[in-house]
């Protein structure tokens, strides 16, 4: 079993829909999460951290994190063809700085 | 523009040739990150320093690969005798000491081994 698990997609949904992004992991020592937005060739670019349980809003994004499941979400609203890109999942444990670990990323594509 | 930079942007060599790649990150930023990434992967950790030091390595770097950052500031990563299998996207991030979460990654460099 993988770290961190994440459906690679691709996944396809209408210009303004709500779209649903997850991530599994195995290590309960991982408190840090982020999500992070990188389009085709280009590094990834950070959206939303969050620390421990919880939610976290901004703009159209929504960050979940539900540490008694292991399980993390990404919501964004009103979703624009701009939002087409991969979304990667990523934790980090107690020992900050010294233990990112990433998903494989979702391929998103908001179609117009 | 997140501020960490990198060069080249793409590098094409053949088989058995070495490569060097640079990071320079965002100036406040004293921990800088390396990682590689495949097709259709996430970023894969590499190495990491705390100012000059290099704090941690993965397994995944071999013998072959080196990573200096002299004086804290930009780091260089170098490849000796590259593979086909090295063809990826090397990344760079950089973080402020006390942040935890908030990386910040360069554009990445494409390596292409021919």
């Known amino acids: 079993q993988k770290e961190v698990e994440q459906d690679p997609g691709p996944l396809s949904v209408p210009e303004g829909a709500i779209v649903s992004l997850n991530c599994t992991y195995s290590?309960?020592?991982?408190?840090?999460f982020m999500w992070y937005r990188q389009y085709s060739r280009k590094g990834p670019e950070l959206l939303m951290y969050t620390y421990s349980s919880g939610n976290k809003e901004d703009g159209r994004f929504t960050a979940q994190v539900d540490k008694s499941s292991k399980y993390i979400s990404l919501f964004i609203r009103d979703s624009q063809p701009s939002d087409s890109a991969t979304y990667l999942c990523?934790?980090?444990?107690?020992?900050?700085?010294?233990?990112?670990?990433f998903g494989p990323g979702t391929r998103l594509s908001v179609l117009p | 523009d997140t501020g960490v930079s990198q060069d080249p942007r793409h590098k094409i060599t053949k088989r058995g040739q070495n490569v060097t790649f640079r990071c320079d990150p965002i100036?406040?930023?004293?921990?800088l990150y390396w990682y590689r990434q495949t097709l259709g992967q996430g970023p894969e950790f590499l190495t990491y320093?705390?100012?000059?030091?290099?704090?941690?390595k993965s397994r995944l770097l071999s013998d072959r690969f080196s990573a200096e950052r002299p004086k804290g500031s930009f780091s260089t990563l170098e490849i000796q005798r590259t593979e086909q299998g090295d063809s990826a996207m090397y990344l760079c991030a950089s973080i402020l000491d006390g942040g935890v979460g908030e990386q910040y990654f360069g554009p990445g460099t494409r390596l292409t081994v021919t």
């Open positions: 990523a934790m980090s444990d107690r020992n900050y700085g010294q233990n990112f670990v």
């Open positions: 100036s406040e930023h004293n921990r």
């Open positions: 320093f705390q100012n000059e030091a290099q704090l941690e």
């Open positions: 290590n309960s020592a991982f408190q840090y």
